[in-house]
């Protein structure tokens, strides 16, 4: 298995501009996780999804953020409008059941 | 509040020495942790998890022990060597990872 997959890697938008970001979890995985990681708050849990319904979107920062997992292998995060303060890395996971989640390489997002 | 957390943000060793990387969390219904590696660049990488139920789990050159009394958890590395010179998360899960804030660990030759 190639593990959980993320696209692009790198981003560079300008603000004002839509960013979605992408994500192909392991096959068979039944959750999937979007976390944001930066050097001030570290990994932060933006929302989850088990069996693609979205069970706990509290961590998703603001209205500009939404998620969406339309089937089993594929999710997408998406920021419209970006602003800086939005620049981080961003990690796709997915685990089955109660097991550990394997992280993706990540998207790295910069707003400028 | 709830949170899981780190006792030091990084921790210098020399190459062969033993390495312990510590944590504190604060909800006692918490029943399944996982210790991360994330080297620069890339994903938090699994090392070792350990349930409630246990108080010790091993794996190769790593220890996880977990003291439910006092909400502790630690990670042991024996015999550290330059590879796993990276940040290490410990995560509590309930039911998603919620991540503490790393420790970076350096080991010099």
């Known amino acids: 298995d190639a593990g959980v997959i993320q696209s692009p890697r790198h981003e560079v938008t300008e603000m004002g501009q839509e960013v979605t970001l992408r994500c192909k979890p392991i096959?068979?995985?039944?959750?999937l996780f979007w976390y944001r990681q930066t050097m001030m708050r570290g990994l932060e849990l933006l929302i989850y999804?088990?069996?693609?319904?979205?069970?706990?979107d509290s961590g998703m920062p603001e209205d500009r953020f939404s998620a969406k997992m339309p089937n089993a292998s594929f999710s997408t995060l998406k920021i419209q409008p970006s602003e800086p303060r939005d620049s981080a890395v961003y990690f796709c996971a997915s685990s089955y059941m109660n097991t550990e989640a394997f992280f993706g390489q990540g998207t790295r997002l910069t707003v400028v | 509040g709830e949170s899981v957390g780190l006792h030091l943000p990084t921790l210098s060793v020399q190459e062969g020495d033993n390495s312990i990387i510590n944590c504190a969390y604060s909800n006692s219904a918490s029943d399944y942790f996982i210790w991360y590696k994330q080297e620069s660049g890339k994903g938090p990488q699994f090392i070792i998890d350990i349930r409630s139920n246990m108080d010790k789990r091993q794996g190769q050159r790593v220890t996880v022990l977990l003291n439910k009394t006092v909400k502790h958890l630690s990670l042991q590395i024996a015999a550290t060597q330059p590879g796993d010179s990276a940040v290490y998360f410990c995560a509590e899960s309930r039911t998603a990872l919620i991540f503490g804030k790393g420790t970076t660990l350096s080991v010099s030759s």
């Open positions: 096959s068979g995985h039944n959750s």
């Open positions: 999804f088990n069996n693609n319904v979205p069970i706990d």
